[in-house]
């Protein structure tokens, strides 16, 4: 029967002590192995087995020494048996086979190794709990996908997240350690600290600071934070969430600056425009002056008794005269209109009445050229519509020279006037709401892909090559009075047939015995 040394117990106690109680995760399952062999020395056994029971359901872990050239026999019977024990609970079981008879063995001595095992279990698996736990708020912090940040109360930066490199590019080693402001934008330092300062006071308000990234690019993060104190009520640093908003501000100052380049090109548009209408407007006034004296003084002179060749030179300066007039006038009222400085004053007014003083003014150039002008229906007292009398005269006054200037000669000019129907599930019904004047002539007629082209100024769609007068205002000043006064114009044509024009207006109440107001 040996005995065993009272040093080797010391030595044994040291060695398990030195083996575990500073384990690490990593090196966990080496540790308890060593402490085994040790075991198995000191008590002369073959194989020493750890058994720890894994608390929260998960399999038991066994450890296990045999001493080499030793049968791997897992079937033999234990020889001694020791729970090992840590605060009152078992944390797993030593086992020890093929001992030296154990009543030789000091029991106080594997009793007190049998502690420290137990003491070394639970202290690495608290590590290793405590390692998974920090694995896990890890992965939590990195799966965020906002930067996460502790600044220790000297400034410098103790923990970010993946984040922080996934958006910057700068790795955890260049910023841990590292002052807090250095990544922060020049420019935003002072704005930082602002932040930083307020924080300490206890405000909760975020910012949107400038940091760099490791390209130098800068990304905008709003930045939330708190500043945290220990228990004596100083500043132990501070903790914060930062979110990338960089593309929302590249889109905000995108828009502002887009916004900026419309107001720009506005206020260029309307300032040209208003010169092009104060031009205008003095040109015309300028032109018109000296323009009346000479249509004035060669009307005087066609009258007096000239010789054939002077009385056609005459003529010739009389109408050219009128032909400039009446572009000046008419260019002038586009450029009104356009600017809205032409003011329509609507009123009830009868249409009748207005046809008829067209036509009558009219009836000497439409006698010229041998056409019979037409009254439909728009001699009915009761028709009414919504307009300004005088810009609804000049509209028609277009219209109707039109009909008479492009008419073939011996041909009829019609005028017709009637509330507009509409076509309803229980047939045709009369909507109340709107008046139709339609001018009909039997002349050349306008093609149909050049229809929309009427109404362009200066377009005169081939008329400037015939004798035919005109400015080519005529229609687009006659659409835009229409559409001020709220009515549309439409045109229907057939080329060597005839042209209708249709001025729809907003039908007034029959009220015949109304007063036209003074335009
Ligand atoms: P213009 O002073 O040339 O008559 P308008 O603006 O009044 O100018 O008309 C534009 C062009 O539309 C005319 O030049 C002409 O070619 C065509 N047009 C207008 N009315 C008629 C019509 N009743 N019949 C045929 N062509 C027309």
Not at 123 to 150: F, N, T
Request: hydrophobic share 45%; aromatic share 4%; with cysteine.
């Amino acid at each position: 029967m040996q005995s065993a040394e009272p040093t080797a117990g010391v030595d044994l106690l040291s060695r398990l002590s030195n083996a575990l109680l500073s384990t690490t995760v990593d090196d966990r399952s080496a540790a308890i192995r060593t402490a085994a062999a040790a075991v198995a020395e000191y008590a002369g056994a073959s194989r020493v087995l750890v058994h720890e029971t894994v608390v929260g359901g998960g399999p038991d872990e066994t450890y296990e020494w045999t001493r080499p050239g030793e049968p791997s026999d897992a079937g033999a019977p234990p020889g001694t048996v020791l729970p090992l024990m840590f605060q009152g609970s078992q944390v797993g079981t030593l086992i020890l086979q093929h001992p030296r008879e154990a009543q030789s063995l000091p029991d106080a001595v594997l009793g007190a190794a049998a502690q420290v095992i137990a003491a070394g279990l639970a202290g690495a698996r608290a590590i290793g709990q405590a390692a998974a736990a920090e694995q896990r708020a890890r992965a939590m912090l990195d799966d965020i996908g906002a930067v996460v940040v502790r600044v220790g109360p000297d400034g410098r930066v103790t923990f970010v997240n993946q984040a922080w490199t996934t958006l910057t590019g700068i790795a955890f080693h260049d910023i841990v350690g590292k002052d807090a402001m250095h990544h922060v934008h020049p420019d935003d330092r002072i704005l930082a600290a602002q932040h930083m300062a307020a924080l300490i006071g206890g405000s909760a308000e975020s910012r949107e600071v400038r940091f760099l990234a490791r390209d130098g690019d800068p990304r905008w993060m709003e930045v939330k934070g708190r500043a945290l104190f220990d228990g004596g009520g100083a500043v132990a640093g501070f903790a914060g969430i930062l979110h990338d908003v960089t593309e929302r501000r590249g889109a905000e100052l995108q828009a502002r600056d887009a916004r900026g380049r419309a107001e720009h090109a506005q206020a260029v548009a309307e300032r040209a425009n208003q010169a092009k209408s104060d031009f205008l407007s003095r040109m015309s006034h300028e032109l018109r002056t000296p323009l009346n004296a000479i249509v004035g003084f060669s009307e005087l002179l066609e009258c007096s008794d000239l010789e054939p060749d002077d009385a056609e030179c005459v003529t010739q300066i009389v109408r050219a005269g009128r032909h400039l007039l009446d572009l000046v006038t008419e260019a002038l009222d586009v450029n009104r209109i356009e600017s809205g400085q032409l003011p329509v004053r609507l009123a009830s007014i009868p249409v009748g009445e207005v046809v008829a003083d067209c036509a009558a003014l009219l009836r000497p150039a439409a006698a010229e050229r041998r056409l019979t002008i037409r009254h439909l229906r728009a001699g009915q007292p009761d028709a009414r519509v919504w307009a300004d009398p005088q810009r609804l005269k000049q509209a028609l006054l277009n219209v109707f020279s039109n009909a008479v200037k492009y008419s073939h000669p011996g041909g009829t000019v019609t005028v017709d006037c009637y509330p507009l129907d509409l076509e309803t599930p229980f047939g045709r019904e009369s909507d109340g709401g709107w008046l139709r004047i339609a001018v009909t002539d039997t002349g050349i007629g306008i093609p149909a892909d050049r229809l929309d082209d009427v109404f362009l100024p200066f377009e005169r769609i081939g008329a400037e090559r015939t004798e035919v007068e005109g400015t080519g205002l005529g229609l687009a000043l006659t659409r835009s009075l229409v559409e001020a006064m709220s009515g549309q114009i439409r045109v229907h044509s057939v080329q060597g047939v005839g042209t209708t024009f249709q001025i729809d207006l907003p039908a007034a109440a029959p009220v015949p015995d109304q007063p036209v107001p003074a335009s």
